[in-house]
């Protein structure tokens, strides 16, 4: 039976917090800058140092092989992803890359042979914010090629992606170069749940059974713009009116009648903005999340007709666009039932549930059975320097992915 | 009897209007600033070429004096401001400037002498958008000293203060330079009326009866941010949602049930400001305007009331400051009185009204009667290169200062 070590789990997660460590205890480790770099080396001289071939792909995404007894086999891949957010926490993406790291070792410490070889993988830019979109390695390992128009993109802080890129797989010059995307059996991935209800309901393990789809529509409701002293209500046509109306209805409206319904409004402004003058227009982004594709429709559809009529009724126009849109995804039920049955194996209590963020997995999902592994954060908290995992939830995690790994890589004793 | 000449006038608007021409059509001749000093220098130029005497004060408000038979009296000052908003309109100031100025050369093609002398100013930085506050040369004025923090202010782009103003005095050396502030017998400036109820009521004069009272509020609502496709709506602590609750409700609340009111969100913003995080902090601005210093504080206690219940129910907070607290101000009811007589003498119907923007007259009125004759803006639209005033409503706003300047200054027939 399969042992991972807990401590030096935790351990190397404490370690690679320290690259790009910042001042409230979180990192700062963007996508194909410094401290991503250091933290490639960093897990690839771990792995020359227990004997793994390194290799990466023209994506800059890792791997890390040990072999099976059957080399010509597909391998497993299990990993998540090291870039973080610019004010990130130390857990998302290392915990999972990390433990999958610990596996290869417990596997390894433990004399286990493997039918299959098993491949731990750190993927390039899960977060997509030094460059969108996020999951850009998984995506161009799935779909087989780099899209030619990331090669013009430029980073928030002005670098170039095609040079970030070359820079990043020549920061790593002892790892073998292969063809981007290759055969595999199956895709694991530990994660933190970034959500609350984990650790709400005291259940260490989550059986992640999908991706809930994802909408993004830019709204905009043109007025005009007129002297806030000298203008009558009856002069009025006030955008900024017309969308708080819309949205205190659906704020009201969609979250409390479908509980698999996500419905935020992360980011409104208007224009001139001046404390004095009613705006000429006002706009807002929307999120909406569900996993029913049809449902996210009808949520569209409830967005657009909600605030058209507060418009109307204020005389003014609306425009709403599609920013992203991003369908459901499906984990194949039977990789859910072998993480059940690692957790129960294991001694730790599961629940199965949908991931509300996108992940790797997601990508990896259109090419091989995919799915997920999650732990409970505290407080939910993510994408903040405050994020924490208890250290016994990032052993469960890791040990029920160990337990997956053998299962699904194939024991053969020696 | 006094007759203006209403193609010189008009034609001097035009002349005006090119010193800063905007592509758009309106003006960008921002206080203190190129244009600025160029409208100031060809005021001086007219006013020499007719004989009048040009002099200016430290913080470069312009005067241009008709002396009286008795110039021991204090003066009549009538006027506006030349300097404009950014993207401003061609009549906003100068066309309250000019008209004063054309009172005085229809006074001398008279052959018209006064009792008092009659006085033509142009007030510096009525609008503020280049160094807040607006107002600032009658502010100074009305006080007669300049505050001393004034001097360590920066422009919008930058150039400081001091050195602008200096600058500024120093670009008309033939001006002779006199003390801040003198008495005044009385002051009366035409304005256009930056609102749309005398066009919409078909009426050419305004007789203001005093100026609304304003209030500005920051409202800040503390929430948590979190992840919007992790987070269920039980966690969420979301103070976006909060505020737009209670502005639409505020929105519904305080203008129909009160005409007198006025209730303006000119600013929003959230923090982080992602599309796909809940905000941490929602901001907005509130400005609330009132003719009865009581319903100013009685608008303030609901609007802090409608969002803290919401807040509440969202387990978010609420802080609220005031940023500007400007009392209502009332004109002496015997100037509108003349006002309103000269009026009717010249054949314009005329109303009462109350101003709902600040002008540089409520500072004078701090230390002289004043009023205010206003005329019809297009559509209401001021602060706006599309800024327009029909011209005869100019030639009426300019007869009606004219018939008032006679009443006021007092006509002795040579």
Request: net charge negative; hydrophobic share 40%.
């Amino acid at each position: 039976m399969i042992e991972i070590d807990g401590n030096r789990l935790n351990g190397r997660v404490e370690a690679f917090a320290v690259i790009g460590a910042t001042q409230k205890g979180g990192v700062n480790r963007q996508a194909l800058a410094e401290g991503d770099r250091r933290a490639r080396q960093l897990l690839a001289d771990l792995a020359r140092a227990r004997g793994f071939s390194v290799s990466q792909d023209p994506m800059a995404n890792l791997f890390i092989r040990r072999e099976g007894r059957d080399d010509s086999l597909a391998p497993l891949l299990i990993g998540s992803h090291l870039d973080s957010q610019p004010a990130g926490g130390r857990f998302d993406g290392a915990l999972g890359t990390l433990s999958a790291f610990e596996v290869l070792e417990s596997l390894e410490d433990a004399g286990i042979e493997t039918e299959r070889p098993v491949v731990v993988v750190a993927w390039t830019n899960e977060e997509g914010c030094r460059f969108a979109p996020g999951c850009m390695g998984s995506m161009a390992f799935s779909a087989g090629e780099i899209p030619s128009e990331w090669h013009r993109k430029l980073a928030t802080d002005g670098a170039p992606f095609a040079g970030e890129l070359t820079a990043t797989i020549e920061s790593l010059p002892g790892a073998q170069m292969v063809p981007l995307g290759f055969p595999v059996h199956a895709y694991l991935e530990v994660h933190i749940e970034q959500g609350p209800s984990l650790e709400a309901n005291d259940i260490p393990i989550g059986v992640v059974g999908g991706i809930q789809g994802t909408r993004w529509l830019d709204v905009t409701v043109r007025g005009q713009t007129a002297h806030a002293g000298t203008t009558g209500l009856a002069y009025r046509r006030d955008p900024l009116r017309a969308l708080t109306a819309g949205l205190a209805n659906l704020y009201e409206a969609i979250m409390p009648a479908d509980a698999d319904a996500r419905f935020t409004i992360g980011r409104i402004s208007v224009e001139p903005g001046s404390v004095n003058a009613i705006p000429e227009e006002a706009r807002c982004t929307v999120d909406i999340r569900h996993p029913d594709p049809d449902r996210l429709d009808e949520l569209e559809k409830q967005v657009a007709s909600a605030i058209e009529k507060e418009a109307g009724q204020q005389r003014c126009s609306v425009s709403i666009a599609r920013s992203f849109d991003m369908p459901p995804c499906t984990f194949p039920p039977e990789l859910q039932d072998t993480i059940e049955r690692a957790a129960a194996n294991a001694g730790f209590k599961s629940t199965r549930m949908l991931s509300g963020a996108f992940h790797d997995a997601l990508f990896v999902n259109r090419v091989a059975p995919a799915s997920m592994i999650f732990v409970p954060c505290r407080d939910g908290l993510s994408h903040n320097e405050a994020e924490f995992v208890e250290p016994r939830h990032a052993v469960a995690g890791c040990q029920v992915l160990a337990r997956a790994t053998v299962s699904l890589a194939g024991e053969t004793r020696r």
